[in-house]
């Protein structure tokens, strides 16, 4: 089954950008909508145009989306070559930790502090924390940001060298799952089924650190995508990317399925009206 990807690159022009500067860093934010504050994290190679569209079906649903930019061009559509450059970069960069051993990402810190700022911009009871793919982890490590409430790890695929890996050091991983049991958080997870960048083991490694508060959920490969753009054709090379580049755009559709699942957990835990129940989540 396939879908149509944009064969060109997403302005963004429906979005406010901003420079936000945390601990002396500033860093470009895109940001959209009203409600609850939700920091969606760009996967590898960037803020492409499937990524800006998860961004205004989370805007749409009643949130008010922050968007960082951490790596490649905003709104570029994900050409092979130019993602396997934007990939080396990242792998080496001193801000990330792709490799076992590497213990969490030092960009994280910078997350925590717009989690903490979005907040305080949008109130409610907290913010959603969004990763995907190389970011998929740093939505559960911005859990110890306590604004942080409703974090969605979709396919994560650090560390690259380490199925069985979780990209974050031990004594945050501690902090995290105290954090967890503590609040009573829930952490919801996707990946496909034979993804090789974010495998069985490493559910299984979330599961061992979380407990029953990890919601991992596995979608078959073949439901996935099979048209998506060069970068996740040629270089990714299997099904991953659950609610952008291998997302089929049919309602009922499982991918489709599980984007709606992810914005009733955000709904459910931030106390916004349910999509479609006209509902208030607990807050």
């Known amino acids: 089954m396939t879908t149509a990807h944009l064969p ?44 800006a569209r998860l961004a205004r079906w989370l805007r749409d649903a009643g949130f008010r989306v922050y968007l960082p930019s951490l790596f490649g061009v905003d709104g570029a559509y994900p050409s092979a070559e130019a993602g396997r450059a934007v990939f080396r970069r990242a792998c080496v960069s001193a801000e990330f930790r792709a490799f076992a051993g590497g213990g969490t990402s030092p960009v994280v810190d910078w997350l925590r502090g ?16 969004v990763g995907l793919c190389f970011t998929g982890n740093f939505a559960l490590t911005m859990t110890l940001e306590p604004a942080v409430v409703a974090p969605v790890v979709n396919h994560p695929s650090l560390p690259l060298d380490d199925p069985a890996g979780l990209e974050i050091a031990a004594d945050d991983a501690a902090r995290v799952a105290e954090r967890v049991r503590r609040d009573g958080l829930k952490v919801l997870a996707y990946r496909f089924e034979n993804d090789r960048w974010c495998t069985g083991r490493r559910f299984a490694a979330y599961r061992t650190l979380l407990g029953d508060a990890f919601d991992g959920r596995v979608l078959a490969d073949d439901v996935a995508n099979t048209d998506p753009p060069p970068f996740f054709r040629d270089v990714v090379g299997c099904a991953h990317s659950v609610t952008t580049a291998h997302l089929v755009d049919e309602q ?28 208030e989540g607990p807050s």
């Not at 060109?8 to 429906?14: C, K, N, R, V």
């Not at 500067?21 to 500033?26: A, H, L, S």
């Open 8 to 51: 060109h690159d997403d302005s963004l022009d429906d979005f406010s950008h901003r420079v936000i500067d945390i601990d002396t860093v500033g860093r470009t934010v895109h940001v959209t909508g009203s409600g609850p504050a939700v920091v969606l994290l760009p996967e590898m190679p960037g803020i492409s145009p499937d990524v």
């Open 114 to 129: 717009l989690a903490r700022l979005a907040h305080a911009e949008c109130g409610g009871p907290g913010v959603g924390a």
């Open 252 to 279: 009922g559709h499982p991918t489709t399925r599980a984007r709606d699942e992810i914005i009733a957990f955000l709904a459910e835990r931030l106390g916004t009206a349910v999509p479609g129940t006209g509902t």
